[in-house]
């Protein structure tokens, strides 16, 4: 083989090459702002970055899928409605009216923190979501009186 075969990379067309293939590699793995602009990190200020954004999407959970959690509220909120109607529709021997009724109370109050849930995930402000935890902590204590009541703690003779 003669020398005139092999081919010649001039210096200036590798430098550009190199500086072309570094710059699209940064392009698409340097960390970007919330704008979407670059940034240019030293390590201990991208370990703070990291760390930021890592807590922002802690805090903010599930808080992002509120089609999700509005479809999951939906569902219980039918769950509770379904049992509802069923009380309502088994009549209750005399001596029960009372058990029927705290039964009634309790499933209308799970009813009313279901749909003040529904409410505070079409409107999410402190309000909304003060009255559903509180309804629903009034559902919970109902709930307990309830299945503290002689009738469902006597055992079938």
Known sequence: ???????????????LLVIVSLTTIGVFVSPRNEQGHPLLLMADVKAVEDYRRLADQVVAGDKTDLFGQTRKAQNAFEHIL???????????????VGLRDELNQVSLDYLDAGRLTLQWLSVPDQKNSDL??????????????????????????
């Open 82 to 96: 379904s049992t509802s109607q069923q009380i309502d529709q088994h009549e209750a021997p005399p001596a029960l």
């Open 132 to 157: 559903a935890q509180q309804k629903l902590s009034e559902a919970r204590k109902g709930l307990d009186d309830l299945e503290n009541s002689q009738w469902l703690q006597m055992k079938s003779p």
């Open 1 to 15: 083989m003669s020398e005139n075969n092999v081919i010649r990379i001039p210096a200036m067309i590798v430098v």
